[in-house]
Nanobody
Framework: QVQLVESGGGLVQAGGSLNLSCAAS????????MGWYRQAPGKQRELVAI???????SYADSVKGRFTISRDNAKNTVYLQMNVLNPEEIGVYYC??????????????WGQGTQVTVSD
């Protein structure tokens, strides 16, 4: 079993910054990709940023230049530094990981989500 535990959400004023983190634990053999998805009220979950095991990042066009994803392989942790936030980015941010578990297969896992609120 694998668990993803997020932290770092909260309330910030428009133009402000937040840093999210997500730590994976459990029956992990290798973590492949890790990333962050956002679900705004009434909308589908969408990819914000993802990073491979080789630390190659990809971003949604809307966050390029403002958000930075990084990972610490030794800690099984992924981070998302979010700068110049705007109210359109309100939502629940979910950590995602594709993991090779000890049993020998790859599976997708999700965190419980952390709320990000941006005030005008």
């Amino acid at each position: 079993q694998v668990q993803l535990v997020e932290s770092g959400g909260g309330l910030v004023q428009a133009g402000g910054s937040l840093n999210l983190s997500c730590a994976a634990s459990g029956s992990i053999f290798r973590i492949n990709a890790m990333g962050w998805y956002r679900q705004a009220p009434g909308k589908q979950r969408e990819l914000v940023a993802i990073i491979t095991s080789g630390r190659n990042p990809s971003y949604a066009d809307s966050v390029k230049g403002r958000f930075t994803i990084s990972r610490d392989n030794a800690k099984n942790t992924v981070y998302l530094q979010m700068n110049v936030l705007n109210p359109e980015e309100i939502g629940v941010y979910y950590c995602y990981a594709n993991i090779r578990v000890v049993a020998g297969y790859d599976a997708n896992f999700w965190g419980q989500g952390t709320q990000v609120t941006v005030s005008d």
